[in-house]
């Protein structure tokens, strides 16, 4: 086991529930760029606000690459929409995640961080909203590359300016695309069995599956094994 375990953790399905982010998308498209989408053709699960905006470019715009130019702005706009959205509709969290995340956040041996498909601002606005912000500074988000695995690269990189390595560790996640990711760069995958069942997740690759994040000490130990300590 190495000296210091970095655990990564998606967001959507995994810390928390919330809709709120679908009606902020919609109103930051209209306000960017005048595009109405009733968003029946969109998959959130597992798949980045980039390549959500990429797929609605080619739609409205015929061209992938369309909407890129104004993206600074159209997530700038998306959280505004989604701070006033989840003030209104706060999130749901999925059973167990705020004490097992205050538990990692106080292990001397556990590094915390996010690899979520959720612009960054988007991302930290939802765990605000649960107070869990606290607890990240770091990741690989959804505005910095359409592809989730592009995600896991840059966490990974920017641990090994650390000296710590991503493929020690895990990432915890509730899609196949999760653990897609986590098998690109050589992590262990937690899949938590939200949107999918745990034979899915399993088939997938997950090393483990749980249906949410209890017990809390069942987690930690298939995480951090002798790191782990019952007493806290
Ligand atoms: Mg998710």
Redesign the pocket.
Known sequence: MPSLVPIWF?????ILHTRAGRGAFQKALRDTYGWQDSFESVVF??NTDLQVLMDLSRVHAGDEKAGLKDCRRLFDCMADHLDAGLAENPPELVPGATELIGRLAENPHVLLGLV??NARDCAFIKLKHVDLDVHFSEGGFGDQHADRNELARLAKSQLAAKHVDLAQGWII???PR?IEAAKHIGARCLGVS??FSPAELREAGADEVVEDLTPTDGVLNLLLGEFHRPDG
Request: aromatic letters at 0%; glycine letters at 26%.
């Open positions: 998606d967001i959507d399905g995994t699960a597992g979520t498909g996640g509730d899609t999760d939200c949107h």
